[in-house]
C-alpha cells in the first residue's frame, strides 16, 4: 500500500498519540468492585450481559481443556483497559470486538488492554481463547475431578478457575455452554440442552439458561452418566444425572424430587426456573451445591448408609431452597451470605419438623443456646469476618446456616407467621432474577408487617451478642470461653 504524504503524517500523528497514551497508562493492576470479604474479586467498569464458553475434554480429567470464552458486556464508563478474573489457565490470545488486544495477568486478574478506548454505554465482545485446568488442590474450587470425568463446583469464588469471568454475584448473565468431548460421555450444564451433534469420535453438546446467573452457580459435568427425566409440578421438567452404573441404586432418592418440589412451591410460589434436577458426582467434596437448575451431590451420601433418610431428605430440600433464595434472588455482596444458607436451613429444618417430627423449636433452642460462640468465632451473621487466608471456604461458618436459620425464626416470633410467609412469597417474587441484599430484606419485612424492624435487624444481625429469643424468655446463649491463663 501506498500512502500520500498528507496521509502518511496523520499516521504518524496517530501512532505518537496512541504511544503517548499507552506511557500515560499506570502499571497493570488487579481490582476489584470492593466486596468486603473478597476485596479483588469483581471488576469495576462494564456490566457482563452474556457469556458463551467452549470446552473440549479429551477424555483424561487430568489434562486442561481447550477452551474459548466469549462475554458480551456493556462498558459503565470509559475503559483503556478491561480487567477479567482468572487464573489457573494459560491465555492464548484475546480479541475485543474484532481486533486483536494485549494482556497480561497481575494476580487472579486477565488484564486486557483494548486497541481503543471503550465508551460508557459501548458494547464490547471479548474472546478469550485459553486452557481450563483440572488439576489443583482439592479445596480450592473450580473443577472438581470425579471418578469418571469432572464437574464444578465454584462456590465461594472459583468460577475463575475454570474461565475468564467477572467473578462476582453483582453481575448476573445469561450463560450458552458448547461442551465436546468423547462420544461415549455425557455432558451435561445449567439450562435447558439446545443441540448435541456427533463427528466422528467426539459429541458436542449445547446448553442455555433462560434466566440470568452467578458466575458461583455455573456447572458443567462430563462423565459416563445417564440423564433420567421425570416430570414436577406443572410439568416442570426434571432431569437428573447420575452415574449409569448407580442409576438402579440411587432412582428411590432420585424420585423424591417431585414431592420436594411441590412442598417448597408451596411455601414460596412457583419454582422460578426452567428446569430442575440433581447432579450425583462420584467424588468426595465435604458439601453439597445449590449450582442453578442442577445441584451438586456427592454420591455416598446416598449411598453409605451413615445418614437417616430424614436428614438426606431435608438436605436435598436445602439445595432445593437454594434455588429461590441464592440463585434466583442472589446475593448483591458475600455479607449477605445469612440471606442464602439462613433461608436455605430454615426450610431444610422445617422439611424435617413436617415430614419426620423433628422438632424445629428443639432445633432453634440448640442454635441459639450456641449462638454466641458461633458470633464470637465468625462474626454476627450479616457482618462475618473473612475467610481464613487460603481457605475461602471457611466462610461457610454455623453463624451463616443455623446461626441465620435463628434470625428467621426470631422475625417469625416478632411479625407472626402469616406475615412471615407473606415475606417469603413476596422477597423471590419482587426480587426474582436480580440481586439484593439485607437493607431491601429489611426494608420489605418493615414493610410487610407494618412495622419498623430496623433495631431488630440491627441488633439480630450485627451485635456481637445474641439479643433475647421473642417468646422464650428462658432460652440462653452460652459465652465463649476466654483462653485459659498460662
Known amino acids: 500500500m501506498l500512502l500520500t504524504s498528507r496521509r ?23 481490582l476489584g468492585i470492593g466486596d468486603s470479604l473478597f476485596p479483588h474479586l469483581g471488576n469495576p467498569g462494564y456490566d457482563v450481559q452474556g457469556y458463551d464458553i467452549a470446552l473440549t475434554y479429551g477424555g483424561t480429567n487430568t489434562k486442561p481443556l481447550d477452551s474459548v470464552t466469549k462475554i458480551d458486556a456493556v462498558a459503565t464508563e470509559a475503559l483503556d483497559r478491561i480487567n477479567l478474573d482468572f487464573t489457573h489457565g494459560t491465555v492464548r490470545t484475546v480479541v475485543v470486538n474484532g481486533r486483536p488486544a494485549q494482556f497480561t495477568t497481575v494476580g487472579e486478574d486477565l488484564v ?6 471503550v465508551a460508557p454505554g459501548t ?14 488442590p482439592a479445596d480450592a474450587g473450580g473443577w472438581v475431578r470425579t471418578r469418571d470425568g469432572l464437574a464444578m463446583a465454584n462456590q465461594a469464588d472459583a468460577a475463575h478457575r475454570v474461565f475468564p469471568s467477572n467473578d462476582h454475584p453483582a453481575d448476573k448473565a445469561y ?17 435447558v440442552r439446545t443441540a448435541r451433534a456427533t463427528v466422528g469420535a467426539t459429541s458436542t453438546w449445547v446448553y442455555r439458561t433462560k434466566h440470568p446467573m452467578a458466575t458461583e452457580l455455573a456447572q458443567v459435568s462430563i462423565g459416563r452418566s445417564s440423564v433420567l427425566r421425570r416430570e414436577g409440578p406443572g410439568g416442570l421438567p426434571v432431569r437428573d444425572v447420575v452415574p449409569t452404573a448407580d442409576r438402579k441404586k440411587l432412582e428411590p432418592w432420585l424420585k423424591k424430587t417431585p414431592a420436594h418440589l411441590e412442598w417448597m412451591e408451596q411455601k414460596v410460589g412457583r419454582f422460578p426456573f426452567e428446569t430442575y434436577g440433581v447432579l450425583i458426582a462420584d467424588a468426595s467434596t465435604g458439601y453439597e451445591l445449590e449450582t442453578q437448575t442442577l445441584s451438586l451431590f456427592e454420591k455416598h451420601i446416598f449411598t453409605s448408609a451413615v445418614f437417616p433418610e430424614w436428614y438426606i431428605d431435608s438436605v436435598m430440600v436445602h439445595e432445593l431452597s437454594h434455588q429461590w433464595f441464592g440463585d434466583s434472588v442472589t446475593p448483591r455482596t458475600w455479607s449477605d451470605l445469612w440471606l442464602n444458607e439462613g433461608h436455605a436451613t430454615w426450610y431444610e429444618a422445617m422439611y424435617a419438623e413436617e415430614m419426620a417430627k423433628q422438632p424445629l423449636e428443639t432445633r432453634m433452642r440448640e442454635a441459639y443456646k450456641r449462638s454466641d460462640q458461633w458470633r464470637a468465632a465468625g462474626g454476627p451473621p450479616a457482618a462475618p469476618q473473612p475467610p481464613a487466608p487460603g481457605k475461602k471456604i471457611s466462610l461457610f461458618r454455623p453463624v451463616v446456616y443455623d446461626g441465620s436459620a435463628l434470625v428467621l425464626y426470631a422475625l417469625r416470633q ?46 439480630w444481625l450485627y451485635a456481637a451478642k445474641t439479643p433475647p429469643m421473642p417468646g422464650h424468655p428462658d432460652w ?11
Open 414 to 459: 416478632t411479625i407472626g407467621a402469616d406475615a412471615f410467609g407473606q415475606l417469603e412469597r413476596a422477597w423471590v417474587r419482587e426480587y426474582r432474577d436480580s440481586t439484593a441484599g439485607t437493607d431491601d430484606f429489611a426494608a420489605l419485612a418493615s414493610r410487610i408487617s407494618g412495622h419498623n424492624l430496623s433495631e431488630f435487624f440491627q441488633e
Open 476 to 486: 440462653r446463649s452460652t459465652a465463649a470461653k476466654a483462653p485459659a491463663a498460662r
Open 112 to 117: 486486557v488492554d483494548p486497541e481503543t478506548v
Open 8 to 30: 502518511l503524517r496523520a499516521a504518524l500523528l496517530a501512532a505518537a498519540s496512541a504511544s503517548l497514551v499507552a506511557a500515560a497508562l499506570p502499571p497493570p493492576t488487579a
Open 175 to 191: 450463560f450458552t455452554f458448547r461442551i465436546t468431548a468423547p462420544k461415549q460421555y455425557t455432558a451435561v450444564a445449567n439450562g
Open 123 to 136: 458494547g464490547m465482545r471479548i474472546t478469550v481463547t485459553h486452557t481450563s485446568d483440572p488439576n489443583g
